[in-house]
């Protein structure tokens, strides 16, 4: 019964440690945030790289600085290929490729000199517990690579077809990106502003500018709004046929909204003269 329960508390030490290894290196050394996130892309965890490190590592890898730091874990992770620690190699590989169509094109000419490593991991053999057959997947990936690398024509269109992709991918993102800030600012700023206290504060609001009586009054005021609208439409109505009529200039005159009383006394008194 206590095993699951022994498992769980000792991942959870060790991922407080790693985080605390982590925070201790980016404050002692000079190690990016980046260069962190390439190597756990890179290490020997079952899971592949999620694709948005991949995507922060190969907009990374356009500053030279990050480059550099990117090139030279890649390099390492292929040099250190072993049939008993062939994973981070693999994970290696993924980096590589995403880099190969997105990232640097230099990308290319840096890994020339690894294409003989890349076709030794290529020949690895591995079939899990499972039945799943990770040599062929290897295999297949280290073949991709390989033709990017060798392949200048289909090195252009890869890196083609992968960037129309990305731009329509982040157009598409982008009008859903609009209609959901909107919503999520006008839904969630009191509830990010205030917490837990945000129904407290949500009815001493609701009590200090009376928004339930505001609402009723709005109601039930539709109706008075509509019978006034009619008035006006008559009363407009009523403007316009005397304004057409030549024999109503008194009336117009007396409704006419740019006319005060003195404007019409004067004009009514040079009239008379």
């Not at 982590?22 to 290490?43: F, H, I, S």
């Not at 992770?77 to 169509?101: C, M, N, P, Q, V």
Request: charged share 30%; glycine share 4%; aromatic share 10%.
């Amino acid at each position: 019964m206590s095993s699951p329960l022994i498992h769980e508390i000792k991942g959870q030490a060790f991922r407080f440690l790693k985080e605390k290894i982590k925070t201790a290196r980016l404050a002692l050394t000079d190690v990016t945030p980046v260069q962190l996130m390439t190597e756990e892309a890179t290490n020997e965890n079952p899971w592949p790289p999620d694709t948005r490190s991949t995507s922060i590592i190969a907009r990374a890898a356009f500053e030279v600085d990050e480059y550099e730091r990117i090139i030279e874990i890649l390099h390492h992770r292929l040099l250190k290929f072993d049939k008993g620690y062939w994973r981070a190699s693999y994970k290696a590989l993924i980096l590589l490729e995403h880099l190969l169509t997105h990232g640097p094109k230099r990308v290319s000419e840096e890994f020339q000199c690894d294409i003989d490593v890349i076709e030794e991991i290529g020949q690895f053999q591995f079939i899990d517990e499972k039945g799943f057959n990770w040599g062929l997947r290897v295999r297949k990936l280290s073949e991709r690579i390989l033709k990017l690398l060798r392949n200048k024509d289909f090195f252009t269109e890869e890196r083609a077809r992968a960037r129309n992709l990305s731009h329509a991918i982040k157009g598409f993102g982008s009008f859903n990106q609009r209609s959901s800030a909107i919503d999520e600012r006008l839904s969630d700023l009191p509830s990010k502003i205030y917490g837990r206290c945000n129904s407290y504060y949500d009815n001493r609001q609701y009590e200090k500018y009376d928004f339930t009586s505001l609402g009723k009054k709005l109601s039930t005021a539709n109706g008075n709004e509509r019978e006034q609208q009619i008035h006006e439409d008559n009363d407009n109505s009523k403007l316009l046929k005397q304004e057409n009529d030549p024999n109503s200039g008194e009336v117009t005159e007396e409704y006419h909204p740019f006319i005060d009383d003195r404007e019409k006394r004067t004009t009514a008194s040079l009239l008379s003269v």
